[in-house]
């Protein structure tokens, strides 16, 4: 049974930092790619950053790129996303995500598991 549980959310002041963690079990972790989503209360998942299963390719939202880094230690069986210079626009629930594939990283329909989320709240 593939499960993926994420951590490191919480409440942090505009300018802050936080690092999420997506640890991965019941799968291959170092042949899938690794994708970060977020949903703002009423609003559509977005994409946030992925990272292919190499991780020689990463790829992100254009509005976290130099904020925002994703990571993986294959010995961890664990993915990251290392959140800086947060905006209040930044709160979200936070969803990591798998899948086998190694194009179109940016689209939900790439990943099949889904870890159930850790909310991010920025204050201003």
């Known amino acids: 049974q593939v499960q993926l549980v994420e951590s490191g959310g919480g409440l942090v002041q505009a300018g802050g930092s936080l690092r999420l963690s997506c640890a991965a079990s019941?799968?291959?972790?170092?042949?899938?790619?690794i994708g970060w989503f977020r949903q703002a209360p009423g609003k559509e998942r977005q994409f946030v950053a992925a990272?292919?299963?190499?991780?020689?390719?990463?790829s992100y939202r254009d509005s976290v790129k130099d904020r925002f880094t994703i990571s993986r230690d294959t010995a961890k069986n664990t993915a990251y996303l290392q959140m800086i210079s947060l905006k209040p626009e930044d709160t979200a629930v936070y969803y990591c995500?798998?899948?086998?594939?190694?194009?179109?990283?940016?689209?939900?329909?790439?990943?099949?598991?889904w870890g159930q989320g850790t909310q991010v709240t920025v204050s201003s």
């Open positions: 990272m292919s299963s190499s991780a020689r390719t990463t």
């Open positions: 995500a798998a899948g086998p594939q190694a194009q179109g990283l940016q689209y939900e329909r790439a990943f099949g598991y």
């Open positions: 019941g799968l291959t972790f170092s042949s899938y790619a």
